[in-house]
């Protein structure tokens, strides 16, 4: 008697479920049917065709998660943060600096002629 189990999941049916960031890796996996355009996932771990159709969709699910750890980029270290504040901080002064450099360009051309 078999027991191995086959899942076979049109992507068709699943990629509409999953956020768009995810479905490059999931099409990218080795359990991706390019010519049937399926997921194909097989397990005969065990000696019973339950519990390697349990596997089957353990492995489905393995295959998700990890297409989103590498999809979705992780928490900002708190020295990345600190830098961006600084970049955000020293951006905002050469701003203002550009800004009243610009203001006393005008207020020269408005009022620097007239000396009666």
Known sequence: VASKATVRIPTSSILPLLPPLLRPHILASRYHAAKSSELVIQADDSRKQTENVNSAFRRLHELITDAG????????????????????????????KMKEFQSKKKAARRGGGRDD
């Open 69 to 96: 750890r590498q999809a979705v980029p992780g928490e900002t270290s708190p020295e990345q943060t600190k830098r961006v504040a600084e970049l955000q901080k020293a951006d905002a002064a050469r701003r203002r």
